[in-house]
């Protein structure tokens, strides 16, 4: 069955960086695009970041461009998103979803998610 | 950016219950409007994509209706496990962006 297993998530400073992970299993890799969405505490769902099948083509929120860097592993199978210059305002559970296509603005953009992985930012 | 509003912000209901929930966009999407269900400490979870289409393994009592800025969720026959909160999300226009949601909860 199709499995996301994220990690990476941790408390760090404001002005630091963090690399999250999302390893998958259960399906061919390379032939879905896949999203970061991240919810703050108590707060509402926010998508950040799409990365297309082949890699070719990425699309970030404006909260995060120029500060958070999606990317694929398909050699391991796993997402990445790398995020820097994190602010208090970035603290959040952080999803990966894999969308039901390989375009990046397929039909359906979680049809799987992984359980999430939490991200706080404090000094 | 496209803005999603939804209402109401919770809807109290009993199950068996018939629950509609509303997402409007602020301009038009034709039928790029999915429905997610997230329950505390979970995940979301896909329910309807483009709009009517239910995703694989949704009970057919959930059902999504609309196009261009207006679309429904409704949930016939409420079980007591249909109590959570409700997101419609858009990718009609980048960035793909959600509403605020509607809780649904037990009256």
């Known amino acids: 069955q199709v499995q996301l297993v994220q990690s990476g998530g941790g408390l760090v400073q404001p002005g630091g960086s963090l690399r999250l992970s999302c390893e998958t299993s259960g399906f061919t890799f390379n032939a879905y695009a896949l999203h970061w969405v991240r919810q703050a505490p108590g707060k509402g769902l926010e998508w950040l970041a799409v990365?297309?099948?082949?890699?070719?083509?990425?699309y970030y929120a404006d909260s995060v461009m120029g500060r958070f860097t999606i990317s694929r592993d398909d050699s391991r199978n796993t997402l990445h998103l790398l995020l820097s210059s994190l602010r208090p305002e970035d603290t959040a559970m952080y999803y990966c979803?894999?969308?039901?296509?390989?375009?990046?603005?397929?039909?359906?953009?979680?049809?799987?998610w992984g359980l999430g992985t939490l991200v706080t930012v404090s000094s | 950016e496209i803005v999603l509003t939804q209402s109401p912000a919770t809807l109290s209901l009993s199950p068996g219950e018939r629950a509609t929930l509303s997402c409007r966009a602020s301009q038009s999407i034709a039928y790029s409007l999915a429905w997610y269900q997230q329950k505390p400490g979970q995940a979301p979870r896909l329910l309807i994509y483009d709009a009517f289409n239910r995703a694989t393994g949704i009970p057919a009592r959930f059902s999504g209706s609309g196009s261009g800025t207006d679309f429904t969720l409704t949930i016939n026959s409420l079980e007591p496990d249909d109590f959570a909160v409700y997101y419609c999300?858009?990718?009609?226009?980048?960035?793909?962006?959600f509403g605020p949601g509607t809780r649904l909860e037990i009256k």
């Open positions: 979803a894999r969308s039901g296509c390989a375009s990046v603005d397929c039909y359906a953009l979680g049809t799987h």
């Open positions: 990365i297309s099948d082949d890699a070719d083509i990425t």
């Open positions: 999300q858009q990718r009609s226009g980048w960035p793909i962006t």
